[in-house]
């Protein structure tokens, strides 16, 4: 009650104080109420200052005394503004009005509510029209004029000016001419107030013509706007706010769309009346029902037309583009299984030309060769299948004819000259796939260049296809195969006896009465050995002699080791050529030149070596972690040479070795071997002197050869299950060891040098004391 009392008594202070409303008072009334403020704030830093000091009790409430009476002014003085405010705004001119009048008369409310600088002129049928208002909100009198011009609108009735002191009010739909403005550009609607009459002229495509006009006449109230299509453009007859309503439902709708199209689209397993109907079952039942009577019957829809080469859609382009996707898709499910489709592959892993061979056949199983081949004239003719050239199979030339006396002209210098083949032909380059070359296998087309196969098939065994494919095409079995040749010849060359003797007068060369022996006729296979006893003696009393006494021991230990390695594809053939080329004499051959026939000697290159040609089959075992098997057809061919002759024509030694064998992975095999000896004994002697035990060597010549030549070959395969681990450990145990260093040789090599040493020891003695 005390606090009350001090507010009303210090209100009744302010209001006494005169405060005008104008801009002094307000003034004054500002720094009033500043000064209050600043009084409050430093009554509150009091406050702090009262904290710091430790005041007692009766300071802080003197303190909150005095905050109290300052708020107490400052809501004094805004109590006191504000009645003087409104005090002033109820003496002004400018009254309001509640516009509550319940029902009444069109010509009563603009009697009571309108402009007072116009005369308004209603007609007959307006005068009566009946109106409800209800309202609690108090409306100033300078709203009056647009108010009542709205709510004339709602009803659709217009306001129009006749001359600057009369307006009269009218219909909408009796009279649609009445406009202020008329406009083509949606850019000059912001020259206009809201509710502004415009006559607004809208230029849509014109296939959306009906389309766009019905859309206006759905979406605009017929009491307050008019639409109506004049030639290709739309006029609409509406305020400013109706129309930008209608432009932008337009903007959100329509101006995605591209019009209509028109797209023709070919049939071939669907008739075309069944199509139209298909196309009016989708697209026209749905849309018909529940359709307003205002509502045109063909806008936005698809229309059609028949042709004899197919159907004609128009309408929008979502609209045809799922008509056509329909009958696309229809089409689709009543293709003909049996009608031929292109398909394109490319190899990944294989070669295209053995995947179409095997498709080829595989195809003919499936549709039958012959109701294939019968229907499909335009099919490239099969080529004959290429084979393999057989292992077996033996470099022939053909016969000579009196045209080409010379089959093989590389070797024919010249017209009417044939010279004796060489052991080996020269080396043939091994044939390179053309690239260019397009190869047909019944309905598969191969493209070497880009490993690639096109297939002309039928539709339903496409799948069948892609299925094989994905089993055919994959990552060929490979295996690391190692090869190790061993050759050893050894030659043992022995000779004891009489070189040469010589008596009598033939040993000063007169040749007269003499007696001699020579063993010249083999000094170029022996020589003179490497030990000679010669004895001479001049003459006197018995004739002159001279005497030549021979001893030889030869050994010639040759041996030739290959260890070529290769890796190979399952069932692909692997070949190693390890050869020498030398030139061999074919003979005097005739030659024409300027001069004459001059006669020279023919040459042909020649190829003597080791050649390997391997096909392996690889077997994966059966269980997991079992061994695998492969399986080996093998041809090796191993020619050695000795050292080219004067006459250019060295003797030639093959060996030849042709099997298929079986082995497991990892084992090491022995494909074949060849143990030969020959030994070739010559003695040569002096009737009866040379019979006489003991000394019956001294009076003639032995001669001993003995030649043992041992040939193995050992093969060595190790499946390649990971290309990359598996080779890198391969190269690794390689690396590590040296070529031919196979356990089972290392350790005969000491047993072999052993026998050596005992073999050199006897063949010494067997030289003086055998009796061959």
Same mark, same amino acid.
């Not at 001359?163 to 009218?170: A, G, I, S, T």
């Not at 297939?455 to 690391?480: F, G, N, S, T, W």
């Not at 071997?673 to 006489?692: A, V, Y």
């Given at each position: 009650m005390v606090r009350a009392f001090s507010f009303l008594f210090a209100c009744s202070l302010l209001a006494d104080a005169p405060m005008n409303p104008d801009v002094e008072g307000a003034q004054t009334f500002n720094q009033s109420l500043s000064v209050l403020k600043e009084e409050l704030s430093s009554q509150f830093g009091r406050a702090n200052t009262l904290t710091e000091s430790g005041a007692t009790e009766e300071e802080y409430k003197d303190l909150i005394v005095a905050v109290s009476s300052i708020r107490e002014k400052i809501r004094c003085l805004e109590e006191t503004w504000r009645r003087t405010a409104v005090g002033?705004?109820?003496?002004?001119?400018?009254?309001?009005?509640?516009?509550?009048?319940?029902?009444?008369?069109?010509?009563?409310?603009?009697?009571?509510?309108?402009?007072?600088?116009?005369?308004?002129?209603?007609?007959?049928?307006?005068?009566?029209?009946?109106?409800?208002?209800?309202?609690?909100?108090?409306?100033?009198?300078?709203?009056?004029?647009?108010?009542?011009?709205?709510?004339?609108?709602?009803?659709?009735?217009?306001?129009?000016?006749?001359?600057?002191?009369?307006?009269?009010?009218?219909?909408?739909?009796?009279?649609?001419?009445?406009?202020?403005?008329?406009?083509?550009?949606?850019?000059?609607?912001?020259l206009f107030a809201p509710q502004t009459r415009l006559f607004y002229v809208f230029s849509p495509p014109p296939e959306q013509l009906k389309s766009v006009q019905s859309f206006f006449e759905r979406f605009s109230d017929p009491k307050q706007a008019i639409v109506q299509a004049i030639g290709t453009k739309i006029a609409v007859v509406a305020s400013k706010m109706t129309v930008e309503k209608l432009l932008g439902l337009y903007h959100a709708i329509w101006e995605q769309g591209q019009g209509?199209?028109?797209?023709?689209?070919?049939?071939?397993?669907?008739?075309?009346?069944?199509?139209e109907r298909l196309l009016e079952a989708v697209f026209s039942n749905a849309t018909a029902k529940n359709r307003p009577a205002y509502y045109p019957t063909n806008a936005g829809e698809l229309a059609t037309f028949l042709l004899p080469q197919g159907i004609v859609l128009v309408g929008e382009s979502e609209t045809v583009e799922r008509a056509e996707k329909i009958l696309v898709d229809m089409e689709a499910q009543l293709d003909d299984p049996g009608e031929n489709i292109i398909y394109w592959y490319t190899c990944k892993h294989s070669n295209p030309e053995d995947?179409?061979?095997?498709?080829?056949?595989?195809?003919?199983?499936?549709?039958?060769?012959?109701?294939?081949?019968? !229907?499909?004239?335009?099919? @490239?003719?099969?080529?004959?299948?290429?084979?393999?050239?057989? /292992?077996? *199979?033996? #470099?022939?030339?053909?016969?000579p004819t009196p045209d080409n006396p010379c089959p093989l002209p590389y070797l024919c210098p010249g017209p009417g000259y044939n010279p004796a083949m060489p052991a080996t032909a020269p080396f043939i380059q091994p044939r390179m796939m053309d690239k260019d070359q397009k190869t047909a296998f019944g309905n598969f087309i191969v493209d070497t260049k880009t490993t690639s196969i096109?297939?002309?098939?039928?539709?339903?065994?496409?799948?069948?296809?892609?299925?094989?494919?994905?089993?055919?095409?994959?990552?060929?079995?490979?295996?690391?195969?190692?090869v190790l040749l061993v050759e050893k010849k050894f030659r043992d060359n022995r000779e004891i006896g009489f070189s040469l003797l010589q008596?009598?007068?033939?040993?000063?060369?007169?040749?007269?009465? !003499?007696?001699?022996?020579? @063993?010249?006729?083999?000094?170029?296979?022996?020589?003179?050995? /490497?030990? *000679?006893? #010669?004895?001479?003696?001049?003459?006197?009393?018995?004739?002159?002699?001279?005497?030549?006494?021979?001893?030889?021991?030869?050994?010639?230990?040759v041996r030739i080791k290959a260890n070529p390695s290769i890796l190979a594809i399952n069932q692909t053939e692997a070949q190693i050529s390890i050869v020498e080329e030398i030139s061999i004499n074919n003979g005097a051959f005739p030659f024409n030149s300027p001069t004459g026939t001059v006669i020279q000697d023919s040459f042909t290159r020649a190829q003597y070596g080791i050649t390997i040609h391997l096909i392996p089959t690889i077997h994966l075992p059966d269980e997991e972690g079992g061994p695998g098997f492969v399986s080996l057809e093998t041809d090796l061919e191993f020619d050695t040479t000795t050292i080219i002759s004067q006459d250019d024509r060295p003797p030639v030694t093959r060996r030849n070795i042709q099997n298929q064998v079986?082995?497991?992975?990892?084992?090491?095999?022995?494909?074949?071997?060849?143990?030969?000896?020959?030994?070739?004994?010559?003695?040569?002697?002096?009737?009866?002197?040379?019979?006489?035990?003991?000394?019956?060597?001294?009076?003639?010549?032995?001669?001993?050869?003995?030649?043992?030549?041992?040939?193995?070959?050992?093969?060595?395969?190790?499946?390649?299950?990971?290309?990359?681990?598996?080779?890198?450990?391969?190269?690794?145990?390689?690396?590590?060891?040296?070529?031919?260093?196979?356990?089972?040789?290392?350790?005969?090599?000491?047993?072999a040098k052993e026998y050596e040493r005992r073999y050199l020891f006897k063949q010494s003695f067997r030289l003086l004391f055998d009796k061959f």
């Open positions: 002033e705004i109820s003496r002004a001119d400018e009254p309001y009005a509640m516009w509550d009048v319940g029902e009444t008369s069109l010509s009563q409310l603009v009697i009571e509510y309108g402009a007072n600088d116009f005369l308004y002129v209603i007609p007959q049928e307006l005068s009566s029209m009946k109106i409800s208002l209800y309202s609690g909100i108090p409306l100033p009198q300078e709203s009056w004029e647009e108010m009542i011009e709205m709510i004339l609108a709602q009803n659709g009735i217009g306001v129009k000016r006749i001359n600057p002191f009369v307006k009269q009010l009218y219909i909408f739909k009796l009279d649609p001419s009445a406009v202020e403005a008329v406009i083509a550009k949606e850019s000059d609607l912001q209509k199209v028109v797209r023709f689209v070919s049939l071939l397993k669907i008739g075309m009346q069944d199509a995947i179409a061979l095997v498709l080829g056949q595989v195809y003919d199983s499936l549709v039958g060769s012959r109701m294939e081949k019968g !229907a499909s004239s335009f099919e @490239a003719p099969s080529p004959p299948p290429v084979l393999p050239p057989s /292992l077996n *199979s033996k #470099i022939t030339a053909p016969p096109l297939m002309v098939i039928r539709k339903e065994e496409l799948a069948k296809i892609k299925a094989l494919l994905k089993k055919l095409d994959v990552p060929k079995r490979m295996v690391q195969l190692d008596l009598g007068t033939n040993s000063s060369g007169k040749k007269e009465t !003499a007696v001699a022996y020579s @063993a010249a006729g083999e000094s170029e296979l022996f020589g003179n050995g /490497l030990f *000679s006893f #010669i004895f001479s003696r001049p003459s006197g009393k018995f004739p002159a002699a001279d005497v030549k006494f021979n001893f030889l021991l030869a050994q010639e230990d079986r082995v497991a992975d990892g084992e090491t095999i022995i494909l074949g071997g060849l143990r030969q000896q020959i030994e070739e004994n010559t003695r040569e002697k002096i009737p009866f002197l040379g019979d006489i035990p003991g000394i019956g060597k001294l009076f003639g010549t032995a001669r001993s050869k003995d030649i043992s030549t041992e040939m193995f070959i050992f093969i060595t395969p190790h499946i390649i299950k990971d290309p990359v681990e598996d080779l890198t450990c391969i190269m690794l145990e390689e690396y590590q060891k040296r070529a031919g260093d196979i356990p089972e040789f290392l350790v005969r090599i000491d047993q």
